[in-house]
């Protein structure tokens, strides 16, 4: 699957004016270019769950989608992605198997280089009862540079939120 483009994946697609499906080609073509365990089509999902979305948005594509059990292997980031996952499932509004798949899409992009995760971090903490946030936005803060560090120093921007746990 990691050998197919975007191109690829929408010219199969079923609905390809959809926003889903869009979401769903762009996140799949890219994970060639995450990190692992990250760099699956989506993390989270098991074969016959990838399997099942590829035959509903891109029917005309004939793949035989593998998932990876890789997700577990470095747990501050599993944890940031299973919180994630849960946080968007928490605000569906149709229990199905598409809003599933697209939780763990939006999560799975969210664990790309490009810090799309930092967008919803203030989100996690909040829900886990951590204010860690003195300001209305991130880009207002004086402790900007605490969570959003240059890319090789992204994963320590947990450890404000367990040192704050732990003194609880």
Known sequence: MNDIGYVEWMEAAAYSDCSVTLAFAGV???????????????????????AALVRRYFPALRVAPTASSAIGQDGLRDD????????????????????????????TACMGENHLWQDIYRELCARADVLICKSPSCGECVDYAVCFEPAEMALPVVLPIERRRARA
């Not at 994970?31 to 990838?50: C, E, F, H, N, S």
């Open 80 to 107: 940031l992605f299973d919180d994630l996952v849960a946080l968007l499932l928490e605000h569906k509004r149709v229990d199905d198997d598409e809003t599933k798949w697209l939780a763990h899409a939006i999560a």
């Open 28 to 50: 799949i073509a890219l994970a060639g270019v995450r990190k692992p365990p990250y760099d699956v089509p989506i993390a989270g999902l098991d074969t016959q769950a990838l």
